[in-house]
């Protein structure tokens, strides 16, 4: 037998043996219901560290992990939200590469929920600039923060206006604007809810993130945590994308901490069709995180 042969012979062999395991053979035929991007975040040593820049994060989603859609973090390119050559550069660097723009996850523009009335309209009009950017890039989404101070009815009524405001302004544009649970009421899930649902505006929404339930903190780490399974399934209703936060794995490559087959079932039982973008933050080299988080997804995700 030449070498030709062989190899061919090998391959059916190999193939027909891949099918014969009933959960290889069940993954091949099922798709999964949601597409992956990944958070510009998975990367935050990295870049905090300049080993890498803002401008090259598209091509290295695409290169080093086989990812076509980003989410950008507004903290790496603070400075360039109204900067059109900046904006055009980083456009053409995801063309070039196949790569969607997708969102921008917005920090450090003040307190969407502040109760106080003109910080929480100066908050509003922080968010302007990066509404406008999302635009330029092509983005559908930025992920803003339901921050405040006071009771949680306080808190709420100034994010129903704070976030209301802006998702008027966002509108004509066509960008969506949507709450992470990012620690304090905006944890809770049930309180994030039901801010949504006195907002009532389509193209505000909620990003679930899996693993940022924590309500309160103490020096010695959370001090009170909201159950993620219960916040998930509450904000479901309003989710315009998940946020699959990883930070450590056991031997056979799952989250120690969340339960991905209960999640993403309870997810696709939903309905939900869209994206889940990798978020890792843990303490294992951030290429081996998001490697082993997409493993993760493409593992589970066809399946549940």
């Known amino acids: 037998m030449d070498r030709r042969s062989f190899l061919m012979q090998a391959g059916a062999v190999a193939g027909l043996a891949s099918l014969s395991n009933p959960l290889v053979a069940e993954t091949a035929k099922k798709k999964m219901f949601f597409e992956i991007?990944?958070?510009?975040?998975?990367?935050?040593?990295?870049?905090?560290?300049?080993?890498?820049?803002?401008?090259?994060?598209?091509?290295?989603?695409?290169?080093?992990?086989?990812?076509?859609?980003?989410?950008?973090?507004?903290?790496?390119?603070?400075?360039?939200?109204?900067?059109?050559?900046?904006?055009?550069?980083?456009?053409?660097?995801a063309k070039d590469n196949g790569v969607r723009n997708h969102l921008i996850m917005i920090d450090g523009e003040g307190g969407l929920?502040?109760?106080?009335?003109?910080?929480?309209?100066?908050?509003?009009?922080?968010?302007?600039?990066?509404?406008?950017?999302?635009?330029?890039?092509?983005?559908?989404?930025?992920?803003?923060?339901?921050?405040?101070?006071?009771?949680?009815?306080?808190v709420a009524k100034a994010a129903i206006d704070g976030l209301g405001r802006l998702s008027e302004f966002a509108q004509p544009y066509g960008i969506n604007v949507i709450v992470e649970n990012h620690g304090g009421y905006s944890s809770n899930g049930q309180w994030l809810a039901n801010v949504m649902k006195q907002v009532n505006?389509?193209?505000?929404?909620?990003?679930?993130?899996?693993?940022?339930?924590?309500?309160?903190?103490?020096?010695?780490?959370?001090?009170?945590?909201?159950?993620?399974?219960?916040?998930?399934?509450?904000?479901?209703?309003?989710?315009?994308?998940?946020?699959?936060?990883?930070?450590?794995?056991?031997?056979?490559?799952?989250?120690?901490?969340?339960?991905?087959?209960?999640?993403?079932?309870?997810i696709k039982d939903f309905g939900f069709k869209g994206i889940v973008g990798i978020e890792y933050e843990g303490k294992m080299d951030e290429y081996e995180g998001i490697r082993k988080t997409k493993a993760l997804l493409d593992r589970v995700g066809p399946v549940v």
């Open 37 to 93: 991007s990944l958070a510009e975040w998975s990367l935050h040593k990295a870049l905090f560290a300049k080993k890498i820049d803002n401008l090259d994060f598209p091509a290295i989603a695409k290169k080093e992990f086989g990812i076509d859609i980003v989410e950008y973090v507004n903290q790496f390119f603070k400075d360039k939200a109204k900067d059109a050559t900046y904006l055009k550069e980083l456009l053409g660097r």
């Open 113 to 154: 929920a502040d109760t106080d009335e003109k910080k929480r309209m100066q908050a509003v009009e922080n968010h302007y600039k990066w509404v406008e950017a999302a635009k330029t890039l092509g983005c559908k989404t930025i992920r803003v923060n339901a921050y405040g101070q006071g009771t949680a009815e306080d």
């Open 201 to 266: 505006k389509k193209n505000c929404g909620t990003l679930p993130d899996l693993g940022n339930f924590c309500i309160q903190r103490s020096k010695d780490g959370c001090a009170e945590e909201y159950d993620r399974y219960k916040g998930v399934q509450e904000m479901l209703p309003y989710a315009k994308g998940i946020s699959a936060k990883t930070h450590d794995f056991d031997a056979a490559g799952n989250e120690v901490q969340i339960d991905y087959n209960r999640m993403l079932k309870m």
